[in-house]
């Protein structure tokens, strides 16, 4: 089974960037056809998705990340993104990418951000 390969994560002070990628299992036009998202799970906490682009390039984002985070698409490289400025302790969370709504078969390891001092 083909997974979303997530990368970018690490340890960062309060305050600090970091940019997250996503290499995505569907290629090409199959990629560019579907909305993506990132999907995050803090300790203790439900996944939430904290932003969402669709296929044509429109962006949505939760109210928590709104003005930190952008998410960007490379359809010719079937990648996904995530830069975070202005990251504080509440970001702290493994992030996911995936298909939105979820393929829940598409899973992938996450990449582990943590922001402490």
């Known amino acids: 089974q083909v997974q979303f390969v997530e990368s970018g994560g690490g340890l960062v002070q309060p305050g600090g960037s970091l940019r997250l990628s996503c290499s995505a299992p569907t290629s090409g036009r199959q990629f560019s056809i579907y909305d993506m998202g990132w999907y995050r799970q803090p300790p203790g906490r439900q996944r939430e998705r904290v932003a969402h682009?669709?296929?044509?390039?429109?962006?949505v984002y939760h109210d928590s990340v709104l003005g930190r985070f952008a998410i960007f698409r490379d359809n010719a490289k079937n990648t996904l993104y995530l830069p975070m400025d202005s990251l504080n302790a509440e970001d702290s969370a493994v992030y996911y990418c995936n298909a939105v709504p979820v393929n829940e078969g598409h899973w992938g390891q996450g990449t582990e951000v943590s922001v402490s001092s």
């Open positions: 682009i669709s296929g044509g390039g429109t962006q």
